[in-house]
């Protein structure tokens, strides 16, 4: 299950434009190929989505569900992330009204809606509740089974949370087709699976199940691929994530890419966790990913720097710096396109 073409999407995404929060919703902006006709945010209704996202998307800005439904959707995708993982009372009811009117309800949240009693007895034959962080069945912990496998893996780490992992993995995946490579994104978290469809919601799987979801996964679609792009989660230098080890464990990867934000010194929310040089952070990567020669040795093959709070010529000094620095092909792949570092990652491993 994921958004397709056919479908016409509406965003919830109130206080998430100009907010902190609003990640999933963005993305789905910039990457879905469904049709989105609104975005609702209610502190920026009327104004130029374009202009306020950089997105090439004229969607109106709308400040209710009750006033997206005038664009006929059929899709209600919850864009946003409030604290706790609930929605506040006054969004809720919102959802409320959109399933009421007759749209399907796309859910990013960790609070789940589909088991709602009140959400259920509005719903229609013809409407469903995507719940998408749900746990796959049938797992088990990790055994490194992808190191059997012929396909390149390559994973997207980071210097921290939120700072473009997804959208590098999907740059990649999209320049690697482009190319003719035969390459596959896979999603693990849920705006990727919104997107794409295959993969695992990685932070709604219990710890000592992850590696072996992502396993899965891998050993799933690694033998029809020339290429795996799988998209990473959270940081190893992040003193809250769990996420980034699984990956590195389920996938076996033999590259990867790490994303910085460009002038980033010190871990979002944690002023005294700071970041190291980008030299010791790549040897951190590829030590762990090492585990001191219990697997093989994995590089990281490029840095994908994310420039978009800077201007054009200081995002190209920021990426001449950070060549110089490490040594690395590096771009901001969603300013400058990831051919570059498609080229440089393929001609390496």
């Not at 693990?188 to 709604?204: E, F, K, V």
Request: charged content about 20%; some cysteine.
């Amino acid at each position: 299950m994921y958004l397709t073409s056919d479908q016409r999407v509406a965003i919830l995404l109130h206080e998430g434009i100009r907010g902190d929060q609003g990640k999933t919703g963005l993305t789905l902006l910039r990457y879905t190929e469904a049709t989105v006709v609104a975005v609702i945010d209610k502190d920026c209704a009327g104004e130029s989505l374009s202009e306020l996202t950089g997105i090439n998307c004229n969607a109106p800005i709308v400040d209710s569900v009750s006033s997206a439904l005038a664009y006929n959707p059929t899709i209600l995708a919850i864009g946003i992330a409030p604290p706790g993982g609930r929605l506040p009372e006054v969004w809720w009811q919102e959802v409320k009204q959109g399933i009421a009117a007759g749209l399907s309800v796309y859910n990013g949240l960790h609070t789940p809606m589909a088991s709602d009693p009140e959400l259920q007895e509005l719903l229609k034959p013809n409407q469903q509740i995507w719940d998408i962080r749900q746990e796959p069945r049938g797992l088990g912990i990790g055994k490194a089974q992808a190191r059997s496998l012929s396909c390149q893996r390559i994973l997207t780490v980071g210097t921290d949370m939120s700072v473009g992992k997804m959208s590098t993995s999907i740059e990649f995946h999209r320049a690697a087709c482009r190319k003719g490579i035969k390459s596959k994104f896979l999603a693990t978290g849920q705006a990727g699976l919104m997107i794409a469809g295959d993969g695992i919601p990685l932070d709604a799987i219990r710890v000592d199940f992850a590696a072996g979801a992502v396993e899965q996964i891998v050993m799933k679609f690694g033998n029809g691929y020339d290429l795996l792009m799988i998209e990473g989660q959270g940081s190893l230098i992040h003193p809250g994530s769990t996420a980034t080890l699984p990956l590195i464990r389920g996938t076996q990867p033999t590259g990867l890419i790490l994303v910085h934000r460009a002038g980033q010194r010190h871990i979002r929310h944690c002023p005294d966790v700071l970041i190291p040089p980008l030299p010791e952070v790549i040897r951190l990567y590829e030590t762990v990913a090492r585990a001191g020669g219990a697997f093989a040795p994995v590089s990281v093959v490029a840095i994908a720097l994310n420039t978009g709070h800077l201007r054009d010529g200081e995002a190209r000094d920021a990426i001449a710096q950070v060549q110089d620095e490490t040594g690395l092909p590096c771009t901001d792949v969603v300013r400058f396109g990831a051919n570059l570092l498609v080229d440089a990652v393929m001609g390496k491993i």
